[in-house]
């Protein structure tokens, strides 16, 4: 159990950051750096946690990032711009948010010395298009330049050789994680699963992008912070990259929307359309390294955890933000 830290994290307010900081404000001093385009945060109880500080900057910004940073032992960096609807719209400012975000980071822990953990945030897209049960010896993959979704994949992968860069030449004790498509109470953003839930409850058109028959593996927000929540204790994990996903919860595309609908009593349609860019045809994760370095198991079945992000979409509704143009039909 992690108490009595300062725990500094970028993206602070977003999605996996606030169900990390729901584990972890009640025994350390959080400080939530983040420039707010997407703010998770605000509707948890956590936002007003007298342990919680909310920091509005930006991580393009070195001098404010390493000042906010200073004094802290634990660092996650989580911020990022991601989706593909963002990417395809601002590449430029993905690039650099995600590699010199990282790079300001990285340097500012190592500036500080005083850091006893710095976890980054990969991507599973650094698998590239095919990827069945890969591991993290296996090669990454990167398409065609230009593509929006390899744009953002290389530009997470940057990042990651930096993390792993730092701990080689700077023995700054990083460790890389990889989510899996991550899922759950709170998500706002363009998480397909949630799109697909909104949709349902309200009995609108799901719209599926290529022919459905994508394979991912869905894993429950609660795993994932789980497996952050490891990679900051366990001294095994320094040094080291870890998927963190679920392989066991594994359905294409059009079974998850079909399914999305049977458990909330949709009478949603299910319409294909054009792909929007490069797609990805498989992903499942290799979960053994985690399991054996640092004791990670994914424990939440997809139905479970499709109820449990339904019921929370249910009740908070009138909260979350509209829907993109991209998925009104």
Known sequence: MITGKRIFITGGTGFISTMLISRLADHNKIIAYDNFTRNTLKDSPFATHPNVEQIQADVLDYNTLKAAMAGSELVVHAAAIAGIDSTVRNPVATMRVNMLGAANALEAAKDLNCIERFVDFSTSEVFGSHAFKVDEKDQTVTGAVGEARWTYAVSKLAGEHLAHAYFK??????????????????????????????????????????????????????????????????????????????????????????TVCRITGSNSRIVFRDALSADIELRIPSVKKAKELIGFEARVDLEDGLRKTATWILENEDKLPPLSDMFKG
């Open 169 to 258: 030449q700077y023995k700054l004790p990083t460790v890389t994680v990889r989510p899996f498509n991550v899922y759950g109470p709170g998500q706002t953003g363009e998480g397909a699963l949630a799109i697909f839930i909104r949709k349902a409850l309200k009995n609108e058109d799901i719209y599926i992008f290529g022919d459905g028959s994508q394979i991912r593996a869905w894993c429950y927000v609660d795993d994932m912070v789980e497996g952050v929540m490891r990679s900051l204790e366990h001294p095994a994990a320094i040094g080291q990259s870890f998927n963190i996903g679920n392989s066991r919860a594994v359905t294409t595309i059009y079974g998850l929307a079909q």
